[in-house]
T-cell receptor, first 111, second 111 residues
Framework: DGGITQSPKYLFRKEGQNVTLSCEQN?????MYWYRQDPGQGLRLIYY???????QKGDIAEGYSVSREKKESFPLTVTSAQKNPTAFYLC??????????FGPGTRLTVT | QQQVKQSPQSLIVQKGGISIINCAYE??????FPWYQQFPGKGPALLIA?????SEKKEGRFTISFNKSAKQFSLHIMDSQPGDSATYFC??????????FGTGTRLTIIP
């Protein structure tokens, strides 16, 4: 998993609560990404950031928020506005223009 | 939008056989064509990738074949081994940044 840490591995929350997923990398990569993976749908891009204090929406940003205050960290908040938050969330990082390296993922279950 | 279509959804191959997975895309602006390998409960890892100026690339037992006019590329795994059992994703994109993942192919290698 190459220097990308996601914690916790499993996360359980009640409906209506916001939850923040952690992603830390020690690869000195400028770019970081958040994906969501659902069964049978592959990975879909939520947000990405190519530089500190800047980030862009991906294909499914509604109901999510991010921050990039440090190069090493890119936390994702799943808000109560996200209609179907239960999923496997994957963080990735890269040198801009180069291969993306993925973390081990966080499986979020909201009931 | 169904920009990327991957087939088959699942594949069973005998040990020592050839595994072939296909990916069709619509966006002719894609300039990066990777295949990712994912084991259960883990993040995906880059297996092999190709740029559009090359029609084939081989790395060990893994080969990408690229057909620009047909807007298709495929992954061939020669001498398939039980350790190759995983889910494979094509993820064409712009540079290495905005990747569009296919829905995945679950490959099982049987003895």
């Amino acid at each position: 998993d190459g220097g990308i840490t996601q914690s916790p591995k499993y996360l359980f929350r009640k409906e209506g609560q916001n939850v923040t997923l952690s992603c830390e990398q020690n690869l000195n990569h400028d770019a970081m990404y958040w994906y969501r993976q659902d069964p049978g749908q592959g990975l879909r891009l939520i947000y990405y950031s190519q530089i500190v204090n800047d980030f862009q929406k991906g294909d499914i940003a509604e109901g999510y928020s991010v921050s990039r205050e440090k190069k090493e960290s890119f936390p994702l908040t799943v808000t109560s506005a996200q209609k179907n938050p239960t999923a496997f969330y994957l963080c990735a990082s890269s040198i801009v223009g180069h291969e993306q390296y993925f973390g081990p993922g966080t499986r979020l279950t909201v009931t | 939008q169904q920009q990327v279509k991957q087939s088959p959804q699942s594949l069973i191959v005998q040990k020592g056989g050839i595994s072939i997975i296909n990916c069709a895309y619509e966006n002719t602006a894609f300039d990066y064509f990777p295949w990712y390998q994912q084991f259960p409960g883990k993040g995906p890892a880059l297996l092999i990738a190709i740029r559009p100026d090359v029609s084939e690339k081989k790395e060990g037992r893994f080969t990408i074949s690229f057909n620009k006019s047909a807007k298709q590329f495929s992954l061939h795994i020669m001498d398939s081994q039980p350790g190759d059992s995983a889910t494979y994703f094509c993820a064409p994109g712009f540079g290495n940044e905005k990747l569009t993942f296919g829905t995945g192919t679950r490959l099982t290698i049987i003895p």
